[in-house]
């Protein structure tokens, strides 16, 4: 349920209503800020971890059915979390920082987030387990916070296109969750189309597709210092971007990692040395 769905239903009442009273189809007020409280707890906790809410799905827009999670039966909504401001100080105290393992970030998600949807009576959902893999971005576009910007990546309502998901939470029973805050893309008011036009190797078009190799090669070249040591130059450009406040060292850190998961770009790398 979302908050405005309470003044849908008081404004249904009214329109029906001959005698001119309103007669409001509300649940209790104690009921009410009881489900928005349950959202502000979950906000807390999030913001405590160095995360953050990034959309909800109600679960009437996950349907009955899911790709990749057909066993779907529960009515509460679909919490999206992400990494906020605070997020890589946080990490570097954790142990998966320092323990020479691979994948730090994903280890300490599904230990954090595991524990925390225990502590909130919920089930966590992560993008990174599979096949097959849960549904994230689809997920991210039912919660109307996420918009597909002109290059096709994904951009964010509050953090434009610095977005790194680490999980979602599921409930089994429904609360109240915020609607959207905006109706349509921020992308179909922006002038600067930034996100196609800083690129070096335009390597993000307009309409796609991502030329992923030819991103590749630039990194691990001489000349593609600036994205991998401070983030993609095109992401950074997105006006909404600075709204997610993120630590240039967490940036550098997704950009190998990207790098390195590419054995093309990394042999070339190598090559250079």
């Known amino acids: 349920m979302r908050f405005d769905a309470c003044l849908t239903q008081t404004q249904a009442t009214a329109d029906s209503c001959n005698c001119g009273l309103i007669f409001p189809l509300l649940p209790p007020y104690n009921a009410r800020m009881e489900q928005h409280s349950r959202y502000k707890q979950i906000e807390n906790h999030a913001e405590a971890l160095g995360l953050c809410v990034m959309g909800s799905v109600v679960a009437a827009d996950r349907g009955p059915k899911e790709v990749n999670n057909p066993s779907t039966k529960s009515c509460g909504p679909l919490i999206l979390l992400g990494t906020g401001p605070s997020f890589w100080s946080q990490l570097q105290k954790a142990p998966e920082f320092s323990d020479g393992l691979p994948d730090p970030i994903d280890r300490w998600s599904s230990r954090v987030l595991t524990k925390l949807a225990t502590d909130l009576g919920a089930e966590a959902h992560f993008p990174f387990d599979g096949p097959p893999y849960k549904p994230f971005v689809a997920w991210a576009h039912l919660s109307g916070r996420f918009f597909t910007s002109p290059s096709q990546m994904l951009v964010h309502d509050q953090y434009g296109m610095m977005i790194s998901l680490r999980g979602a939470l599921e409930f089994e029973n429904d609360f109240s969750t915020p ?24 390597a993000m078009p307009e309409g796609g597709p991502y030329d992923v190799v030819g991103c590749g090669r630039h990194l691990a070249h001489s000349e593609g210092a600036p994205c991998l040591f401070g983030g993609c130059v095109a992401r950074r450009a997105c006006p909404l971007s600075a709204g997610a406040q993120r630590d240039p060292a967490q940036t550098s850190h997704h950009m190998q990692a990207f790098l390195a998961n590419l054995p093309s770009a990394t042999s070339h790398r190598k090559s250079l040395a």
């Open 179 to 202: 609607a959207p805050a905006l109706v349509s893309s921020p992308c179909n008011s922006c002038e600067s189309r930034a996100c196609i036009s800083t690129c070096p190797v335009e």
